[in-house]
């Protein structure tokens, strides 16, 4: 994506620039599995742990909520979460993070989309996972007139799929860097992608309820991207499941929801009135005000903690 978004693209009431990705909450079969995978293999830490749920991050506020379930099951050809993206705050630190992926031979796809680097993964029950940090450096990456491509920094084009360089990437790494260590301390999500039943449906939600940005939409790859503040994207949008699929049945394993995190109550209350205006039905709970879009992907809204 660019990294500015298009004026053509925006609203008159356009979310907050700072608004961010805020905490994310899964279904899990086995909660004590998960808490041991994303602990020894992404670094995540244990903030607590009560009965069956527990919340990890990097020690600050909590970013990964997990529940564990009774007789789940995982579905496919349903809406719910592709990926949850955790952004590194530089490379040293996605290498170190890649590197314990490798000493642990846990499968992974090292991918460099030339203005982030990147990799992906599944958690233990099937939940995506992408590792990336931004190299803008590198390059750019567009997606208009139904394309999607990067240009490098030398102007040279790539389709921004290549196979990462992990040699160079590890070269970041210092001698007394330990696989180890514990994620850093400014670790966040960076942006969610998620299956839905309609992209152009999608956008317009995101987009003209909530107030997002559209950073590029692509028949040719069924997805839509829309962010704040001219980041390349905090929400991906794809129908890679099927045109028209159903929500997941109550016994599934998945996304119960994302967080949008606005940054102060004026922004949020300025969210909630056009939520309420659509005629979106919304329940305030103990994690923020919890809404659905059209695809019943879990949606909560709150001001940033």
């Known amino acids: 994506m660019n990294t500015a978004s298009n004026p053509e693209t925006r609203t008159e009431f356009s979310i907050h620039p700072k608004t961010q990705m805020g905490a994310i909450s899964l279904t899990v079969v086995n909660l004590e599995n998960q808490l041991r995978f994303y602990q020894q293999a992404l670094g995540f830490k244990l903030h607590w742990r009560k009965g069956n749920k527990a919340g990890l991050g990097a020690g600050g506020a909590d970013f990964l909520l997990l529940t564990e379930g009774t007789n789940l099951k995982k579905y496919r050809g349903v809406t719910g979460l592709y990926h949850v993206a955790y952004l590194f705050p530089n490379k040293r630190e996605l290498a170190i993070a890649m590197a314990r992926l490798f000493a642990l031979k846990y499968p992974n796809s090292p991918t460099d989309h030339i203005m982030t680097k990147t990799t992906y993964l599944d958690d233990l029950e099937g939940n995506g996972i992408e590792l990336y940090c931004e190299s803008p450096e590198d390059g750019t990456w567009t997606m208009s007139d139904d394309r999607f491509e990067a240009r490098r920094a030398d102007g040279s084009w790539s389709d921004g799929r290549e196979p990462l360089d992990v040699d160079a990437l590890f ?130 809204l709150r001001v940033a903690k």
């Open 171 to 300: 070269k970041h790494l210092q001698d007394d860097d330990r696989l180890d260590a514990p994620i850093p301390s400014d670790l966040k999500i960076g942006h969610v992608h998620l299956h839905v039943r309609d992209v152009a449906e999608a956008v317009d939600f995101y987009h003209g309820i909530i107030g997002f940005d559209i950073m590029g939409v692509s028949k040719q790859f069924q997805m839509g991207f829309v962010s704040a503040g001219g980041y390349h994207h905090h929400l991906g949008l794809n129908t890679w499941q099927g045109r028209g699929v159903p929500p997941p049945p109550p016994d599934a394993v998945g996304l119960r929801y994302f967080t949008i995190d606005l940054p102060d109550q004026k922004a949020y209350e300025q969210v909630v009135v056009r939520v309420d205006a659509a005629g979106i039905p919304s329940n305030q709970t103990e994690a923020g005000l919890m809404i659905y879009d059209p695809s019943q992907n879990g949606v909560i």
